[in-house]
């Protein structure tokens, strides 16, 4: 009877083993999937077949067409590792969004694709695009990502920024690009020197009191006053006329602000007399206004509904922005 029962536990580990690794070499034909949880969702939703044992065919990968969306739901929205997305390039649409787990994503093999959509991945710090001429939309508000290299995307047409944390974005070699929506990030340096200002039908980039320069195309060109930045930042031209540029005292309101993610309550400390605090969700409209004091002040935010939000304090005229996560 003990023969039997370990036994039937070796087997058992070995199938775990088997199924809970990525294989060193999927068979002939195979690419890996090690998370169980998108291999479930490929089967369940496509014309994958299983078994679930830790890998697909790629000839059925290959196959797939259309909008893949892991978006929203449980267990789909907890998926840590995407590797074998790589296999499906005929998916034209990649839909990730509100995962708090995820790190990273990589579509630069995912030759179809024409929209990629991580909205609200709070933990995303890494987007690879690749050379994917097909990509027009990238849709990444609230991503953790600092920075991304769109500069092969060139049929990029719009991307969605807001609430993310990107400092970098250089989209001069992006000349199709009609809109752009970076509105509270922490964005310190924004290039829209692509030739193509004058066909841009939405820019926002409100909110971003650390962007002191936006390169433009042509800084006099009327189109610019369909635009809306934030009143701390200025169209230049080339790097000279940003070089001349400073942020005066627009960084002397400095205040500490924890925790962020939060649920019920947030501590403030404040350098300054008589700051005010303002936060807005991620449409704009003003959710919160309170007068803060000098030293550590405690805000009430649990009435306010799990999101996104921008917090924004103001003091002797000069502001200083941040993003607060409601959980």
């Known amino acids: 009877m003990k023969k039997i029962t370990l036994l039937l536990a070796i087997c058992f580990a070995f199938q775990f083993n088997a199924f809970s690794q990525c294989p060193g070499s999927p068979d002939p034909g195979f690419v890996c999937v090690p998370n169980a949880d998108f291999e479930q969702f490929l089967i369940s939703t496509t014309t994958i077949n299983g078994p679930l044992d830790g890998q697909i065919s790629i000839a ?17 929205n ?12 005929g998916i ?11 790190t990273s994503i990589d579509v630069s093999a995912n030759s179809s694709l024409t929209t990629l959509n991580v909205e609200g991945c709070t933990s995303m710090s890494s987007i690879t695009t690749g050379a994917n001429t097909t990509l027009s939309s990238l849709l990444m508000a609230g991503a953790a990502a600092t920075t991304i290299d769109v500069s092969l995307n060139s049929g990029l047409t719009t991307v969605d920024a807001r609430f993310s944390d990107l400092t970098l974005l250089d ?3 992006n000349s199709a690009l009609v809109s752009l929506q970076c509105r509270n990030t922490s964005l310190t340096s924004l290039d829209m020197r692509n030739g193509n200002n004058a066909n841009v039908t939405q820019f926002n980039s409100d909110f971003n009191s650390n962007l002191v320069c936006i390169f433009v195309d042509d800084k006099t060109a009327p189109y610019l006053a369909t635009w809306s930045k934030d009143a701390l930042s200025t169209y230049v031209d080339n790097e000279g006329e940003c070089n001349t540029l400073t942020l ?5 309101v400095v205040f500490e602000m924890y925790p962020n993610p939060t649920k019920n309550t947030v501590f403030i400390n404040a350098n300054a007399q008589d700051t005010q605090l303002s936060i807005y969700d991620i449409t704009g409209k ?11 002040n405690t805000v009430d935010v649990s009435q306010m509904t799990s999101g996104i939000y921008l917090a924004r304090f103001t003091a002797n005229g000069n502001v200083q922005t941040k993003k607060l996560i409601i959980q």
Do not use: K, R
């Open 60 to 76: 059925e990968a290959s196959a797939v067409v259309g909008t893949l969306n892991l978006g929203g739901s449980a267990p789909y």
């Open 78 to 89: 907890a998926i840590d590792d995407f590797t074998g997305i790589e296999a499906l390039t």
């Open 92 to 102: 034209t649409e990649l839909v990730i969004t509100y995962n708090s787990v995820v």
């Open 171 to 173: 989209l001069s070699n």
């Open 248 to 252: 005066e005292d627009a960084n002397q």
């Open 286 to 296: 003003l959710v919160l206004n309170n007068a803060l004091y000098l030293g550590q």
